[in-house]
């Protein structure tokens, strides 16, 4: 209850039982903690982990984590914890794979089986994972857009151009707000009413845009999209 209840950290409780007379050292309580999870919380994180692969969709991110000391030695102070969930219809599974770098090889393992929707951000190793169908998101296509603006002056084409681009975002975004409270046969098919053209409208938008502004060696790049 101290430790995770009320996120106190073990030398506190340690000194909490000192104040009672008790002598149980933090040393005590982390093997207490790593036993408990190895006997009891492993085997659901597995089960959570096998339900997970065999979802329509997972969501992945990453985040970096400081770590002080290394039990396998490693001086590498900047360790990654990888986050994977499924799709908010779905019963809620949301799992944390911590692992000592960013490397391919992390998530790759851990979706090892997975044959689903992938949604990542831009993040190259996510690209680079095999036999899934990869899903972008649109809040973090929208951010390139607004750093775009912040770094143009104001009336320039580009800064133009990108304004554009982010008003037909927002628009996007108020319409689907509509469809929460759908089934998700309604949704769909509001989705590929009012939706569809709008993305084709920005579809063509970005096609443009690249043609203006970006090296001829970033132009053509593929962008598809599915509302089905």
């Given at each position: 209850?101290?430790?995770?209840?009320?996120?106190?950290?073990?030398?506190?409780i340690?000194?909490?039982?000192a104040n009672?007379?008790?002598?149980?050292?933090r040393q005590?309580?982390?093997?207490w903690?790593?036993?408990?999870?190895?006997?009891y919380l492993?085997?659901i994180?597995?089960?959570?982990?096998?339900d997970?692969?065999?979802?329509?969709?997972?969501?992945a991110d990453?985040?970096?984590?400081q770590?002080?000391?290394?039990q396998?030695?490693?001086?590498?102070?900047?360790?990654t914890m990888?986050l994977?969930?499924?799709?908010?219809?779905d019963?809620?599974?949301?799992?944390y794979d911590?692992?000592?770098?960013?490397?391919?090889?992390?998530p790759?393992a851990f979706?090892?089986g997975?044959?689903?929707?992938l949604?990542?951000?831009?993040?190259?190793?996510y690209?680079?994972?095999?036999?899934v169908?990869q899903?972008g998101?649109?809040?973090?296509g929208r951010?390139?857009?607004?750093?775009?603006?912040?770094?143009m002056g104001?009336?320039?084409?580009?800064?133009?151009?990108?304004?554009?681009i982010?008003?037909?975002?927002?628009?996007?975004f108020?319409?689907d707000?509509?469809?929460e409270?759908?089934?998700?046969?309604?949704?769909?098919?509001y989705?590929?009413?009012?939706?569809?053209?709008l993305?084709?409208?920005?579809?063509?938008?970005?096609?443009?845009?690249?043609?203006k502004?970006?090296?001829?060696?970033?132009?053509?790049?593929?962008?598809?999209?599915?509302?089905?």
């Amino acid at each position: 209850n101290d430790k995770y209840a009320k996120a106190l950290p073990l030398y506190r409780i340690e000194q909490s039982f000192a104040n009672i007379g008790a002598d149980i050292s933090r040393q005590t309580m982390s093997n207490w903690l790593l036993k408990a999870s190895d006997k009891y919380l492993s085997p659901i994180y597995d089960q959570m982990k096998s339900d997970l692969i065999t979802r329509d969709i997972i969501h992945a991110d990453e985040t970096r984590v400081q770590v002080l000391n290394h039990q396998d030695g490693s001086d590498n102070i900047q360790s990654t914890m990888w986050l994977y969930r499924s799709g908010h219809i779905d019963d809620n599974v949301i799992i944390y794979d911590y692992q000592p770098g960013r490397k391919q090889e992390y998530p790759e393992a851990f979706l090892d089986g997975f044959a689903g929707y992938l949604q990542s951000d831009g993040y190259q190793v996510y690209k680079n994972i095999t036999n899934v169908t990869q899903v972008g998101c649109l809040a973090h296509g929208r951010r390139k857009f607004t750093d775009a603006l912040k770094t143009m002056g104001k009336k320039t084409e580009g800064a133009k151009a990108s304004a554009q681009i982010l008003k037909m975002i927002a628009k996007i975004f108020t319409l689907d707000r509509k469809t929460e409270n759908l089934s998700l046969d309604d949704k769909q098919k509001y989705r590929i009413y009012h939706l569809t053209p709008l993305f084709d409208e920005l579809y063509n938008e970005l096609d443009e845009a690249s043609k203006k502004f970006l090296p001829k060696s970033a132009v053509g790049k593929a962008i598809t999209y599915n509302l089905n």
